[in-house]
Structures are given as structure tokens and as C-alpha cells.
């Protein structure tokens, strides 16, 4: 599959337009019809320009799945001089597809210093060689706005724990 990133839709999204202005100086539609089909046209590039930063694979702010396989972590903490409150980005796969060998998903999560501690404990374990699965410890916690705990008097919470991948028993030969 050829990969033209933003200039292929640069050029996509002209071409279209081009077209869209020759239907509507050319055409005997009224002109309410004609402003409508340009406004709507314009929309919708917008709106899938929005959306490619979720197809290139760029982190999401979503809801990650409730128990998942740990493959990689990016942490980037808040920068009073930039005035960036920060990010963790964790790659996970779905445990239910990890026996199919799922694809890993960029998931974004605002940046709290327990779930730094935590992140920071697996990743010192992954570097050692050891695998690691993780999961919610609360079920309404997978949200992503769940990783601020108000019954907390507004401190945060880390609501993510993290287990070794325990290795496959072979039977013996």
C-alpha cells in the first residue's frame, strides 16, 4: 500500500475541491444548495484531517483495554517553562489478543506521579527481561479521566497494577 502521508491528502482533498468548484459555478442549482454543498465539503476535510493523528498510530486518549500485555513506555513530565502538564505513553496489547499475536496500541494518559512510580517499576522490570501484563485494579478506573480519583480530596491515584508474565511450563520430553 502506497503511504503519502499529508501531502497525498494535501493533493487528494485539492483535487476534490477543484471539482466541488466547478460543480458550483457550472451547475443550475440555487445558490443556498451550492453554499451548502461547500460548507459541508469543507467540513469534512476538517474533520478527517482531525482524524488522522488516530490512524498514523500517534497516541490516543481513549480508553485502553482492562487487562493488557505492557511492551513499551514513553514518559514525559510536566515543564513549568513550556507550561506541558506532562504525559505518560504506554503501548499495550489486549490480553484477549495477545494469544493471536494482537498489534500493539499507543495509549496516552495525563501525567501523575503515582502512575509514574508504577510505570517506572515495570519498565526497570521489563529491562531486566521480564515480561509484563497489567490491569485496572478498579473497573470504572479505564477511563482515562478516571486516573484522578476525586474521592481522594483531589490527589491522584495510580489505578494500574503490573504483574510478571509468568513463563510457559514445557512438558517434559
Same mark, same amino acid.
Given at each position: 500500500?502506497?503511504?503519502?502521508?499529508?501531502a497525498g491528502l494535501t493533493v487528494a482533498y485539492?483535487?476534490?475541491?477543484?471539482?466541488?468548484?466547478?460543480?458550483?459555478l457550472y451547475s443550475r442549482w440555487g445558490w443556498?444548495?451550492?453554499?451548502?454543498?461547500?460548507?459541508?465539503?469543507?467540513?469534512?476535510?476538517?474533520?478527517?484531517? &482531525?482524524?488522522?493523528?488516530?490512524?498514523? !498510530?500517534? #497516541?490516543? $486518549?481513549?480508553?485502553? +483495554?482492562?487487562?493488557?500485555? /505492557? *511492551?513499551? @513506555?514513553?514518559?514525559?513530565?510536566?515543564?513549568?517553562?513550556?507550561?506541558?502538564?506532562?504525559?505518560?505513553?504506554?503501548?499495550?496489547?489486549? &490480553?484477549?489478543?495477545?494469544?493471536?499475536? !494482537?498489534? #500493539?496500541? $499507543?495509549?496516552?494518559? +495525563?501525567?501523575?506521579?503515582? /502512575? *509514574?512510580? @508504577?510505570?517506572i517499576n515495570a519498565t526497570s522490570r521489563m529491562?531486566?527481561?521480564?515480561?509484563?501484563?497489567?490491569?485496572?485494579?478498579?473497573?470504572?478506573?479505564?477511563?482515562?479521566?478516571?486516573?484522578?480519583?476525586? $474521592?481522594?480530596?483531589?490527589?491522584?491515584?495510580?489505578? /494500574?497494577?503490573?504483574?510478571?508474565?509468568?513463563?510457559?511450563?514445557?512438558?517434559?520430553?
Amino acid at each position: 500500500m502506497l503511504n503519502l502521508g499529508y501531502a497525498g491528502l494535501t493533493v487528494a482533498y485539492g483535487f476534490v475541491a477543484l471539482l466541488l468548484l466547478g460543480v458550483i459555478l457550472y451547475s443550475r442549482w440555487g445558490w443556498p444548495v451550492k453554499a451548502a454543498g461547500a460548507v459541508t465539503a469543507a467540513a469534512f476535510c476538517l474533520i478527517s484531517y &482531525a482524524s488522522i493523528p488516530d490512524l498514523l !498510530g500517534w #497516541p490516543i $486518549a481513549q480508553n485502553p +483495554p482492562h487487562k493488557f500485555r /505492557l *511492551h513499551a @513506555v514513553y514518559v514525559q513530565q510536566p515543564d513549568k517553562l513550556s507550561k506541558s502538564k506532562g504525559a505518560i505513553n504506554l503501548w499495550l496489547t489486549d &490480553a484477549k489478543d495477545m494469544a493471536k499475536g !494482537g498489534v #500493539p496500541r $499507543a495509549f496516552q494518559f +495525563p501525567y501523575t506521579a503515582p /502512575l *509514574h512510580e @508504577v510505570v517506572i517499576n515495570a519498565t526497570s522490570r521489563m529491562n531486566k527481561g521480564v515480561p509484563q501484563m497489567g490491569e485496572f485494579t478498579n473497573a470504572h478506573s479505564t477511563a482515562v479521566a478516571g486516573l484522578h480519583d476525586p $474521592a481522594s480530596g483531589g490527589a491522584t491515584t495510580a489505578p /494500574l497494577t503490573f504483574f510478571d508474565i509468568p513463563d510457559p511450563l514445557f512438558p517434559d520430553k
